[in-house]
């Protein structure tokens, strides 16, 4: 990467950064639905066709201040873990440790988009952004394997993580529109759905340590 485009990529993430805390503060101080896509750009100091080159609405933008970064320290997590310790172990705690570990501030953002449908809907659709760098996560882990495993494998436990998400934040009527308390403890609703895919983790570790031999 050359000078020139590694400033610009540095630019570019202080402004994707700009317009995530601006999302979420203002969304504190007066209610997501109070908040305009203007209003966002404004604050961040950038006009509203650039917000539009980073997120497609506020609720993805105030999503991503809770979520920022999370798919990457997924990854790295899975990746830091030494090879000793079983694929589906590695997923399975990097996954649950980055979903339910928050700071006051990530508590108070959390109770914001439990109140709002709009916000619960993009929360849960952000587990999707996992996939990818999980995708790398686990090929390095398995080393030479059928390059479509790793995405397989990367793409299920998305969606597990998304069904996990929806069962907490589900309301407790078809009617509900306002506050939404989670039901259960997360960390268990994440435990039970990944577990069906051990096994497939496990199968693909085998067959990558057979290679190997």
Not at 75 to 92: C, E, F, G, S, W
């Amino acid at each position: 990467m050359t000078q020139r485009s590694g400033l610009r990529e540095q630019k570019k993430q202080a402004t994707r950064e700009a317009l995530r805390a601006a999302a979420l503060r203002l969304a504190l101080e007066r209610g997501p639905g109070n908040v305009r896509v203007d209003d966002i750009a404004e604050a961040a100091g950038v006009s509203p066709r650039t917000y539009n080159n980073y997120f497609s609405s506020r609720e993805q933008a105030i999503v991503a201040a809770v979520t920022s970064e999370r798919e990457t320290r997924v990854a790295a997590a899975v990746a830091a873990r030494p090879a000793t310790v079983r694929l589906a172990d590695a997923v399975i705690d990097a996954i649950v440790d980055q979903y339910t570990t928050q700071g006051e501030s990530g508590r108070d953002a959390l109770l914001l988009i439990a109140t709002s449908p709009a916000l619960r809907d993009a929360f849960v659709h952000a587990a999707t952004t996992i996939e990818h760098p999980l995708t790398a996560a686990i090929a390095e882990r398995l080393g030479d394997v059928d390059p479509h495993t790793a995405h397989v494998l990367a793409a299920c436990v998305a969606a597990a993580v998304r069904v996990s998400l929806e069962r907490w934040l589900q309301p407790t009527s078809p009617a509900a529109t306002g506050l939404v308390v989670p039901s259960g403890a997360l960390p268990d609703l994440l435990r039970a759905s990944l577990a069906p895919l051990a096994p497939a983790l496990d199968a693909a570790e085998k067959r990558s340590d057979c290679r190997r031999r």
